[in-house]
Nanobody, 128 residues
């Protein structure tokens, strides 16, 4: 599968902020939804947030509502995840993906019915 490219991960203390970016891919043009997912060691993958490719609709996992914001720069075809008030439990590898399907379902199930592309992941570590 063609990969997207994430950046922006790093190590921060609890309460800090990071902004993740997902680089443009031609495969986003054949997708109706872009999503961020995360996987902590020993845990299953979890849906974090998703945005319709038009950018008008956003969806969030309950655990990040009010703290994370997903956005899209259509001119750059880049998707961002602004993460504020980070907690140690946010520590995980974060992946972006382009897919086809219901964005809300993608967050709930941590997967698209049809995935066009995945990123290689960027590590976020939050210390207490």
């Amino acid at each position: 599968q063609v990969q997207l490219v994430e950046s922006g991960g790093g190590s921060v203390q609890a309460g800090g902020s990071l902004r993740l970016s997902c680089a443009p891919s031609r495969y986003t043009y054949s997708s109706n939804c872009m999503g961020w997912f995360r996987q902590a060691p020993g845990m299953e993958r979890e849906g974090v947030a998703a945005i319709s490719t038009g950018g008008s609709l956003t969806y969030y996992h309950d655990s990040v509502k009010g703290r994370f914001t997903i956005s899209q720069d259509n001119a750059k075809n880049t998707v961002y995840l602004q993460m504020n008030s980070l907690k140690p439990e946010d520590t995980a590898m974060y992946y972006c993906a382009a897919g086809v399907g219901d964005c809300a379902v993608a967050v709930d199930t941590a997967a698209f019915p049809i995935t066009r592309a995945w990123g290689q992941g960027t590590l976020v570590t939050v210390s207490s």
